[in-house]
């Protein structure tokens, strides 16, 4: 077993409330292949532990006794529809709610004992803009760090980092609401970074941005993440948690259903997918799922999805002269590679676009190492 022990410089970490910015030891060992959720564990640290979480709304259970890890340094999403007990974990997460059942570890605090060293250890950037229009972007800073009692000259020169490090040194002293929306959310980021958090939750950080923001944006995340914060991320775009992700869990009815990173979870799902418009759905399903190159059919939100395990090129044309054999009309097809999109369709049954965006992982098996 071989053991890299490395210093990290300090952190300028990221958004909502705290950065880790002391010197961090990280130790990487080998790799050990866990079977559940498709994982590849490196022994760092946990900066996240969750063990048999429940919680209840009156009668109903909105999370049913879930259990997951990040890992320190890590960016770490976690998906899911509306309705799937994805909003109650986070409000948990970050103290919103309490602990009703089960175990939580963030940053080495329990977070049914010692809430308050929990929130001084983790930032949160809202979906939902919350910055005082009529503040600057100076002033903005000033008020977050008096807040939490930073001292005079600690507090001026952390100032002067983040609005270097979110690239607003000419905003200075303009007041907010004169900000373009790309603007504010790097402040809003740079905002949480004040405090340097050891886990930062970003909810839907980059909706309603452009293309070229949101690609601007994603560049401060990574810089952050690259300095040492770990990322705790909800989206529902599917391309931006596949190319930044190391981790995925999916939660749906208040379980987690899949969990992984991005390239596992879309190799699990076959070789090709393949979407048909039918005239009969329900009779080319029964019709498929006879062939051996088809490992699953769903319906999906036009027509079938249908997962095979070879070249989609070549069994294309299978698929549809069985389904005209069978007197089934083909309305349209499309062949495509697996993408998140499809992970998530082919878990929760739902485009995420479609089953809507809440506002405001990984199953460890306990065993030794």
């Keep these: 077993m071989v053991i890299n022990l490395f210093v990290m410089k300090p952190a300028l970490g990221r958004d909502l409330s705290h950065a880790i910015g002391c010197l961090r030891l990280k130790l990487d ?51 899911g529809p509306n309705g799937a007990g994805k909003s109650t974990v986070i409000n948990i997460l970050t103290t919103l709610l309490p602990v009703q059942k089960g175990s939580v570890i963030i940053a080495g605090y329990d977070l049914a004992t010692q809430p308050e060293q929990v929130r001084r250890s983790i930032g949160i950037v ?25 001292q005079r000259d600690e507090r001026r020169r952390r100032i002067d980092e983040i609005i270097k490090l979110v690239e607003l040194e000419d905003k200075r002293d303009v007041r907010t609401r004169n900000l373009s929306g790309g603007m504010k959310r790097r402040l809003e980021i740079g905002r949480g970074l004040m405090t340097r958090p050891k886990v930062l939750f970003l909810d839907e950080p980059t909706i309603g941005l452009d293309t070229q923001t949101r690609r601007r944006l994603w560049d401060y995340i990574k810089l952050v993440n690259d300095s040492g914060t770990t990322i705790f ?13 190391d981790w995925i869990d999916i939660v749906d009815h208040g379980k987690i259903i899949a969990s992984g990173n991005p390239a596992k979870l879309k190799n699990a799902l076959g070789r090709d997918m393949i979407y048909l418009e039918t005239s009969d759905d329900e009779a ?36 549809m002269n069985r389904l005209r054999d069978g007197g089934i009309r083909i309305i349209g097809a499309n062949l495509k590679k697996p993408t998140l999109d499809d992970v998530f369709v ?9 089953a809507g965006v809440e506002k405001l992982h990984r199953i460890q098996p306990r065993r030794s190492r």
Aim: charged residues 25%; aromatic residues 8%; glycine residues 8%.
């Design 233 to 245: 991320l909800t989206t529902h775009y599917m391309d931006e948690a596949d190319q930044v992700s």
């Design 29 to 79: 060992i080998d790799s050990q292949q866990y079977k559940t959720g498709l994982r590849t564990i490196k022994t760092m640290e946990n900066i996240i532990e969750v063990n048999g979480l429940e919680y209840s709304y009156g009668n109903f259970k909105a999370v049913d006794g879930i259990s997951f890890f990040v890992r320190e340094g890590e960016i770490f999403s976690f998906l």
């Design 346 to 354: 082919h878990y929760t049954g739902r485009d995420i676009r479609n």
């Design 126 to 150: 809202f979906q939902d803009e919350t910055l005082d229009r009529d503040l600057t972007v100076k002033e903005t800073l000033e008020l977050h760090g008096r807040i939490y009692s930073m």
């Design 284 to 319: 080319s399903m029964n019709m498929l799922k006879g062939l051996k190159a088809v490992m699953d059919v769903k319906v999906a939100a036009h027509g079938l999805a249908v997962t095979i395990n070879t070249d989609g090129t070549h069994c294309l044309p299978l698929i």
